[in-house]
């Protein structure tokens, strides 16, 4: 996986910009918990020393934990909840709250989370989550259903999220966004034992909305073409606010949900309808 890595970097033209620090697996306990600090070492080099701006790829910071438990398990420490070591709160601290800006330069770190069993609530991704100002949550049941990326929108958070931020309009949008997907995921359970049929019409109206967004979601990668033979789609986010407005105006409620599946812009999602044969 390493040297893959490596071989891709190297191709790429950025491995004279680049940094790379390895622990595997089977390296002693305390040797794989330096190695998150060791990069950050690193990265506040570049930062304070030669006043670059770095960007400091963590590749899985359940690593860093799981090495610590080891550790703290081997000097007789108690565990504490689930397992873990009792300073994992501080240990995590340790490392994220170095990961900060300064007048000379900054460091911007993004991290793989493993969430163990899948449970968000686990004392190790929970203690991560804590200090990232943004979370991508992906979703094994959306990855099911074939929407990709399989970003769970309920689960996932941003701090920026806020009107102040954002504008007003993109706030109230995203956030009704969440409100609609919210109320089919309580319906599902009714659905499942009793069925559309038992649901009034404004629920019925909300699991259609609900879908739509859901495939409207789904978008082809660049990154995938060589894999799917589709190409990539770019949407500007003026034309995302814009569109997630219109289906939940109820403006495209007479297009199939067929037609949002894969697609850049409302306007494919129209022309897809057209050659199903849907009058638009």
């Keep these: 996986?390493?040297?893959d890595l490596y071989i891709e970097m190297s191709e790429g033209g950025v491995l004279d910009k680049t940094v790379l620090v390895f622990g595997q697996m089977n390296e002693p306990p305390g040797a794989r918990q330096r190695?998150?600090?060791t990069a950050l070492?690193?990265?506040?080099?570049?930062?304070?020393?030669?006043?670059?701006?770095?960007?400091?790829?963590?590749?899985?910071?359940?690593?860093?934990?799981?090495?610590?438990?080891e550790v703290s398990a081997l000097l007789g420490r108690m565990p504490s909840a689930v397992g873990y070591q009792p300073?994992?709160?501080?240990?995590?601290?340790?490392?994220?709250?170095?990961?900060?800006?300064?007048?000379?330069?900054?460091?911007?770190?993004?991290?793989?989370i493993y969430v163990p069993?899948?449970?968000?609530?686990?004392?190790?991704?929970?203690?991560?989550?804590?200090?990232?100002?943004?979370?991508?949550?992906?979703?094994?049941?959306l990855a099911e259903l074939g929407i990709y990326p399989a970003v769970d929108p309920l689960d996932s958070t941003s701090r920026i999220l806020d009107p102040q931020i954002i504008g007003e309009e993109h706030y109230k949008v995203a956030r009704g966004v969440q409100s609609v997907l919210q109320r089919y995921k309580d319906l599902q359970d009714i659905i499942a034992i009793l069925g559309m049929d038992e649901l009034s019409e404004d629920d019925k109206m909300v699991v259609a909305r609900a879908r739509k967004i859901q495939r409207f979601l789904s978008q082809p990668?660049?990154?995938?073409?060589?894999?799917?033979?589709?190409?990539?789609?770019?949407?500007?986010?003026?034309?995302?606010?814009?569109?997630?407005?219109e289906?939940?105006?109820?403006?495209?409620?007479?297009?199939?949900?067929?037609?949002?599946?894969?697609?850049?812009?409302i306007e494919e999602v129209i022309a897809k309808a057209e050659k199903m044969g849907v009058k638009v």
């Excluded at 490392?95 to 330069?105: A, P, V, Y």
């Excluded at 004392?123 to 992906?138: E, N, S, W």
């Excluded at 995938?224 to 190409?231: K, N, Q, R, V």
């Design 1 to 3: 996986e390493g040297n």
């Design 35 to 37: 190695v998150g600090l």
């Design 41 to 69: 070492t690193f990265a506040e080099y570049f930062r304070d020393e030669e006043n670059q701006d770095v960007l400091l790829f963590v590749d899985n910071i359940f690593r860093f934990t799981q090495a610590g438990s």
């Design 87 to 112: 300073n994992l709160s501080t240990e995590m601290g340790a490392l994220q709250e170095r990961i900060t800006s300064t007048k000379r330069g900054s460091i911007t770190s993004v991290q793989a």
């Design 117 to 141: 069993a899948d449970d968000l609530t686990d004392p190790a991704p929970a203690t991560a989550f804590a200090h990232l100002d943004a979370t991508t949550v992906l979703s094994r049941s």
């Design 221 to 245: 990668f660049h990154v995938a073409e060589a894999f799917t033979g589709a190409p990539g789609k770019y949407v500007k986010l003026k034309d995302t606010v814009r569109s997630f407005k």
């Design 247 to 265: 289906i939940l105006d109820g403006k495209y409620d007479h297009l199939p949900e067929q037609a949002f599946y894969m697609v850049g812009p």
